[in-house]
């Protein structure tokens, strides 16, 4: 399931992008103003944003650039009505990935959403680490981030469970001896390292905020 913010204020057209999208493993959140796609982003996390430039009260641009502000790198499209090469300049300044002109066929859209969306649906990135879901690799910004294997296994589950809390059980699995005080010792050692704050979760693990 692919989850997608739209910001769009053509109701007609909103509703038909949701149908046809709902029909290809989507799920849509739905925003009709800017103010209200800024307050979605905070409460939700998406694999994708579909933004219209021209909406009500805070444009798609200025919404993007103070998401982009507030390192979110979630793959954003842009939708819209005039394509010129001032407009896209700003819209590519303020971080989008993709621009799309209006109207447009619904499987071009598609296709460029699907693009965008698998490579970061193979990765996990949580505050500057990532997760190769493949090779099973973490990486602090570009470069491979270098630890034990313990660590490194108890990270990882960290980061795939993100922003959910990891199960004590599954971290225990990368320790040789099973006890709450062995996985105490490495959590701190964690949290040291990286500067994640890795906080316990009363009956059921621990968890990045």
């Excluded at 619904?106 to 970061?120: D, F, G, N, T």
């Excluded at 470069?143 to 980061?159: D, H, P, R, S």
Aim: hydrophobic content about 40%; glycine content about 6%; some cysteine.
């Amino acid at each position: 399931m692919i989850k997608i913010l739209l910001l769009e204020d053509n109701p007609t057209l909103a509703r038909s992008l949701i149908k046809y999208l709902k029909r290809h493993d989507c799920e849509i959140d739905w925003a009709k103003q800017g103010e209200e796609a800024i307050d979605l982003s905070y409460d939700h996390k998406y694999d994708l944003y579909l933004f219209d430039v021209n909406v009500p009260l805070v444009n798609g641009i200025d919404v993007l650039s103070g998401l982009r502000n507030a390192e979110d790198r979630t793959p954003a499209i842009f939708i819209s009505a005039q394509i010129d090469i001032d407009s896209m300049a700003k819209g590519f300044d303020a971080g989008a990935d993709d621009y799309i002109k209006k109207p447009f066929d619904p499987e071009e859209l598609l296709l460029r959403i699907m693009a965008k969306v698998k490579p970061a649906k193979e990765k996990r990135t949580v505050h500057g680490f990532s997760l190769d879901m493949t090779s099973h690799e973490i990486y602090r910004g570009d470069t491979l981030y270098g630890m034990g294997e313990v660590q490194k296994n108890i990270f990882a589950a960290l980061l795939t469970a993100y922003p959910e809390p990891a199960r004590k059980e599954m971290l225990m699995e990368s320790l040789a001896t099973h006890n709450d005080g062995a996985l105490r010792v490495n959590i701190v050692k964690l949290k040291k390292e990286t500067g994640l704050d890795i906080q316990a979760v009363r009956g059921v693990g621990y968890k990045i905020l």
